[in-house]
């Protein structure tokens, strides 16, 4: 079993900026591509950056330019810096990661809880 624990989500004011934090955990084999994805009021769940195991970065054209996304190998650890925040980023942020289990010859899908973050005018 694979866990991926978030943190990092609030509250801010437009303009501000937030840091969230992803660390996976279990039985981890290895580590694929992990991403960021979030899901506003209202809307379908879209992608925001993914990172793969090389340090290569895609981002979504709304991200591109003010979020960052990095990780940390030795710690499983996925982050997304997040600067000059709008309204409209306002969304349940989900941690994503694309993980090979110990016992298993194939790669999974694992997704984090969620955390919120609110964007204030």
């Known amino acids: 079993q694979v866990q991926l624990v978030e943190s990092g989500g609030g509250l801010v004011q437009g303009g501000g900026s937030l840091s969230l934090s992803c660390a996976a955990s279990?039985?981890?084999?290895?580590?694929?591509?992990m991403g960021w994805f979030r899901q506003g009021p209202g809307k379908q769940r879209e992608l925001v950056a993914t990172?793969?195991?090389?340090?290569?970065?895609r981002y979504a054209d709304s991200a591109k330019g003010r979020f960052t996304i990095s990780r940390d190998n030795a710690k499983n650890t996925v982050y997304l810096q997040m600067d000059s925040l709008k309204p409209e980023d306002t969304a349940v942020y989900y941690c994503?990661?694309?993980?090979?289990?110990?016992?298993?010859?194939?790669?999974?899908?694992?997704w984090g809880q969620g955390t919120q973050v609110t964007v204030s005018l």
């Open positions: 279990g039985s981890i084999f290895s580590l694929d591509a």
């Open positions: 990172i793969t195991s090389d340090g290569a970065t």
């Open positions: 994503n990661a694309v993980v090979m289990v110990y016992a298993s010859s194939d790669y999974r899908y694992y």
